[in-house]
């Protein structure tokens, strides 16, 4: 009887299958970092765009034009 592994798999197959698991969990958490850094400057950048045009330091046509920018 074969137990653990066995022949097939070998440690080779398991140091490749545990890197492979790795780069995956490495690449899922690089891409939600990004997607949340993207999303936050949006945010902040509108937020200042709002408060110029609140306070008058924008006209309509300039809010409208750096809104869509």
């Known amino acids: 009887m074969m137990g653990g592994f066995g022949i097939g798999m070998g ?3 398991v140091l490749f299958q545990l890197a492979l698991f790795i780069a995956l ?10 997607v949340n850094h993207h999303s936050d400057a949006n945010d902040q950048s509108e937020a200042i765009l709002k408060e110029r045009f609140a306070r008058g330091k924008l006209t309509v ?3 409208t034009k750096k809104n869509l920018a």
């Open 25 to 34: 969990i490495y690449l899922v958490v690089t891409l939600i970092k990004k």
């Open 61 to 63: 046509e300039e809010y």
């Open 11 to 13: 440690i080779i197959g």
